[in-house]
């Protein structure tokens, strides 16, 4: 039963690379989305998603970039690194009906830019 | 103003006490209402919903005060495991169905022997 699943856990990159965080999730969920969280600021949303084919921005889009071309997942990608984004990122999930309020979260990826 | 507002803590408290948690949200049409619980380096995980007439699960009680814009958690009894961020989370658009999760910035609780 894995639920919602990130890769990778850890990844350090250099100022200007670009690389995408995995996300997958196995509950037939349509709505995704990717949070980022920093010390003193909470989870900030980044991109979300209501439906394959379907993303919107969320609360800090500026240097990512999503893409939904199946239920099940949802990338992120990190165009051109930078230090400000250096921070722990969630991706989560949730359901329809009596289980729609309820986020399910991967475990998170830690990520550095040096 | 955040959308979502918490006093970050920390709370440091004996085991035993009692210990509340407030929260305010910043828009009115707003209808569903959350608490997480983050322990350190783990994702959040749903503790409990709040429903407008308030509601109560074991040792835990969240309110809810539309008016006042208003929400909070109460936990009687602490234990040591209770140690852990709250999330007090806010349904961003007022809409059940597809609305955006804001998220408070979290308060701390550490209890102590």
């Known amino acids: 039963n894995a639920g919602v699943t990130q890769t990778p856990k850890f990844q350090v990159l250099k100022t200007g690379q670009s690389m995408t965080l995995q996300c997958a999730q196995d509950?037939?969920?349509?709505?995704m989305s990717w949070y980022r969280q920093d010390p003193g600021m909470g989870l900030r949303l980044i991109h979300y998603?209501?439906?394959?084919?379907?993303?919107d921005q969320g609360e800090v889009p500026n240097g990512y970039n999503v893409s939904r071309s199946t239920t099940e997942d949802f990338p992120l990608r990190l165009l051109s690194a930078a230090p400000s984004q250096t921070s722990v990122y969630f991706c989560?999930?949730?359901?329809?009906?009596?289980?729609?309020?309820?986020?399910?979260f991967g475990a998170g990826t830690r990520l550095s830019v040096l | 103003r955040k959308e979502v507002e918490q006093d970050p803590g920390p709370f440091n408290v004996p085991e035993g006490a009692t210990v509340a948690f407030n929260c305010t949200y910043s828009?009115?049409?707003?209808?569903?209402f959350f608490w997480y619980r983050q322990d350190c380096r783990k994702e959040p995980k749903l503790l409990m919903s709040?429903?407008?007439s308030g509601n109560e699960d074991g040792r835990f009680t969240a309110q809810l005060n539309r008016a006042s814009q208003y929400i909070s958690l109460l936990i009687r009894d602490s234990k040591l495991s209770d140690s852990a961020t709250y999330l007090c989370?806010?349904?961003?658009?007022?809409?059940?169905?597809?609305?955006?999760?804001?998220f408070g910035q979290g308060t701390t609780l550490q209890v102590k022997p």
């Open positions: 989560a999930s949730r359901g329809q009906g009596e289980a729609k309020n309820i986020q399910y």
């Open positions: 509950m037939n969920h349509e709505y």
């Open positions: 998603s209501v439906g394959a084919g379907i993303t």
């Open positions: 828009n009115s049409a707003s209808q569903s």
């Open positions: 709040v429903y407008s």
């Open positions: 989370v806010v349904n961003g658009d007022g809409s059940g169905n597809t609305g955006k999760l804001i």
